[in-house]
């Protein structure tokens, strides 16, 4: 079987043309090519020779997304893409821009095993993980198609990152290596529902990037009936895990909570919350659910979201409300996938 190139690092790169009988110098071109140029294919790589692109064809693929489906905010720029990987399979990812440059929002999976009440991601259920190559070029394909640079990523789509760990893990060094697209772990934002031994796993690699933890509810009651994650690990659990993981690496966890009407929205569960999180290094950041007609949910009122903040806020903590992005495109992924397979299989 041919090799999967863009997901080595440039040692194995380096060892595999040694073996080849190429120099050194050779992996540092392609490594460049595949990773600073971003380029889909071996015959992009112009200053190299054609017998070194045919013995690369022979022993390594390229996996990259071909852009199925993109839709561009009209509002505040968004751009959202659909793409189709080798195997037929579908995965989103979503483009946004601030003031400080763009951000983009990979997928680790396709599909997901988790399960949530609220999230488009595993309608369509979990069909497999995503090589370290297939997360990377989620960004390379957006680049080149947009022509800018991306200085921030958020793994935060289709999937669970830590029941990925060591094909996140690898993209996360690839990603942030100076010898590629160089994007500080500070820029990098991982998110999680809450599997506990892997947050300590990464707990372990001491990396500096922002742990987003997705919360939703202030106890086991409500969170296990909308998150079946909390059945393994309640909620005291995950959160012990995280007073550890911020005290010891000194970087402060963003908890996610989507604001949904009736279900985890009261004044009761503001201030439950407030008290479940003293003591926590965090920040807290309120999202208006997206509603997804499958799930049956509906968003919590702005009046509701606002007071819900206030009294986190005389608890002592930091809180913000998600601005919405690309409400006119479905921004949140999973939904562009759903409607992709609903049509394929008409």
Same mark, same amino acid.
Not at 37 to 40: E, R
């Given at each position: 079987m041919k090799k999967d190139i863009a997901s080595m690092n440039f040692e194995e790169l380096s060892a595999e043309f040694k073996e080849m009988g190429l120099p050194k110098f050779r992996a540092t071109q392609v490594y460049d090519w595949l990773h600073k %140029?971003? !380029?889909?294919s071996f015959e992009e790589m112009t200053n190299i020779s054609k017998d070194l692109i045919a013995k690369l064809n022979d022993n390594f693929v390229i996996f990259s997304c071909t852009i199925e489906k993109k839709l561009v905010s009209r509002y505040d720029n968004t751009v959202k893409y659909l793409y189709s990987l080798p195997d037929g399979e579908y995965l989103e990812c979503v483009v946004m821009d601030y003031k400080y440059g763009h951000t983009i929002c990979v997928s680790t999976q396709v599909g997901c095993k988790m399960g949530c009440a609220f999230c488009a991601s595993g309608i369509g259920g979990f069909k497999r993980q995503l090589a370290p190559s297939e997360i990377? &070029?989620?960004i390379y394909t957006a680049q080149r198609d947009l022509g800018l640079r991306i200085s921030r990523i958020v793994l935060m789509g289709m999937g669970e990152p830590l029941d990925n760990f060591d094909n996140v893990?690898?993209?996360l060094e690839l990603v942030s290596d100076e010898k590629g697209l160089n994007i500080g772990m500070r820029h990098i934002s991982l998110s999680t529902s809450g599997i506990v031994p892997r947050i300590y796993d990464l707990l372990e690699r001491?990396?500096? /990037?922002?742990? &987003?933890? &997705? /919360?939703?509810?202030p106890n086991d009651e409500i969170r296990s009936k909308i998150m079946p994650v909390n059945k393994s690990w309640n909620v005291d659990e995950l959160l012990k895990a995280c007073k550890i993981y911020g005290d010891k690496t000194s970087r402060r966890i963003s908890f996610e909570y989507a604001m949904m009407k009736g279900v985890n929205d009261t004044p009761e569960c503001a201030r439950? /919350?407030?008290r479940k999180l003293k003591g926590v290094l965090c920040h807290i950041n309120l999202i208006p659910?997206?509603? !997804?007609?499958? %799930?049956?949910h509906e968003r919590s009122s702005d009046n509701d979201i606002v007071k819900f903040k206030e009294i986190l806020e005389k608890s002592g903590h930091t809180v913000t409300i998600r601005r919405t992005l690309g409400s006119d495109i479905n921004a949140s992924c999973g939904q562009l996938r759903r409607e992709k397979i609903k049509e394929d299989l008409e």
């Open positions: %140029k971003c !380029v889909a990377l &070029s989620q893990m690898r993209f001491n990396l500096q /990037l922002t742990l &987003s933890v &997705s /919360l939703h509810a439950e /919350l407030g659910a997206n509603e !997804v007609p499958e %799930k049956g």
